[in-house]
């Protein structure tokens, strides 16, 4: 997301903090099956190798209402805790070793500058993502420099199973509220996602290849417009996403409506590289849509919203979003119908036994969720 303008953040104090509560997860012990063979097996307890690519989201800016990146509860990458759940940390409660999440909540690396060199190494791990990161911005080439330096340091990588996840849209996004982005812009999108895929899974084996399509950003604006203080703020104060901020109905639903082609755009990058890997006998490798926030129908709380700027999300939201991932990997009978699942800041993850594995089929464009 592009970030606060500095001097608003330090006038902005925090409403007041949110945190995740007791632990959503309460699941029994299993026992893990042998290690596949093929990916379409690939259980929760065999992925011992977590990475991410991203912006803001990723980098967790301000999920404690603060300037901070609280890197280590970040839902795709963040080390997390029983009372704050993530992506790894759920690996974890399988997996006897999970290495590459962040593990500490660190100060932007020079605000006038980002997203360039916003990653600190001895506590990012695999976690390259970076505030205000933009296709556009070059961030994706600067990420994958970041990342397959920081692989060198991993042992016996070849033989282990990885996750790697990818969302850098909003920022991309943002602004297009006046008509349909620009196809220019829209194939230099689709064109260094697709050079990610090829450089990951030229460069990587055994991975598991999460692509995050991005929910109705107007759902945003709804909340900050609700609630008085976030009305102010936006109105006078920050200046983030263009028309989130003081954009009227017209421009929302055109903002919705290209977060809607570049998520179409990303069922096509997926269907494309599956059929690819099947091509090249690929059984090491998949890439999957996580289509769990495409479509957003239900209203966002304020909670799901840090409130230093309530705009990026919150230590519950940063929770909701690791719960809707895992729930959506592991949905494999119901993809059109998101398993029954409805987004929700207050989602628990299922619970997976011996034979629950990823999701490695066919994409599947999903329908609305339920309401």
């Not at 007041?16 to 029994?28: G, K, Y």
């Not at 990653?119 to 695999?126: E, F, M, N």
């Not at 030229?202 to 417009?225: E, F, H, M, P």
């Not at 129908?297 to 840090?306: A, C, K, S, T, Y």
């Amino acid at each position: 997301m592009v970030a606060l303008l500095l001097c608003c953040m330090a006038l902005t104090a925090p409403l007041f903090t949110v945190t995740a509560a007791d632990s959503i997860f309460d699941c029994p012990k299993i026992t893990i099956p042998p290690a596949p063979q093929n990916i379409t097996r690939l259980h929760p307890g065999h992925v011992s190798v977590v990475m991410a690519m991203g912006d803001s989201i990723t980098a967790a800016f301000a999920a404690r209402s603060s300037v901070y990146e609280a890197r280590d509860l970040s839902w795709s990458i963040g080390e997390g805790s029983s009372g704050q759940v993530t992506l790894p940390w759920l690996l974890s409660q399988y997996s006897d070793k999970v290495e590459g999440q962040s593990t500490k909540a660190v100060i932007p690396n020079n605000f006038t500058h980002l997203p360039y060199g916003d990653y600190h190494p001895k506590t990012d791990h695999l976690n390259v993502a970076e505030s205000q990161a933009a296709v556009h911005h070059g961030s994706m080439e600067q990420q994958w420099g970041y990342l397959k330096h920081a692989l060198k340091g991993y042992k016996d990588l070849d033989s282990r199973w990885k996750v790697f996840t990818l969302w850098m849209t909003a920022n991309d996004v943002c602004g297009q509220c006046n008509g349909p982005m620009n196809s220019k812009k829209v194939d230099q999108w689709v064109e260094k996602t697709e050079e990610i895929i090829k450089n990951v899974t030229g460069s990587i084996n055994q991975v598991y290849i999460n692509l995050i399509s991005t929910l109705d950003l107007s759902r945003i604006a709804k909340v900050q417009r609700h609630y008085t203080l976030c009305k102010l703020e936006h109105k006078y104060l920050l200046n983030e996403c263009g028309c989130i901020d003081k954009g009227n109905t017209s421009q929302l639903k055109q903002l919705d409506e290209n977060v809607h082609m570049l998520n179409g755009k990303l069922h096509e990058i997926a269907s494309k590289w599956q059929a690819k890997l099947a091509q090249e006998g690929r059984f090491d490798a998949a890439v999957v849509v996580q289509p769990f926030m495409e479509n957003l129908q239900v209203p966002i709380d304020l909670n799901f919203l840090n409130h230093l700027d309530c705009f990026h999300p919150s230590a519950l939201g940063h929770q909701a979003l690791a719960a809707g991932l895992w729930n959506s990997m592991l949905c494999t009978d119901d993809r059109a119908g998101r398993c029954g699942q409805k987004f929700s800041e207050h989602w628990k993850p299922v619970c997976p036994d011996s034979e629950s594995f990823f999701y490695a089929g066919k994409d599947v464009v999903p329908t609305a969720p339920p309401q």
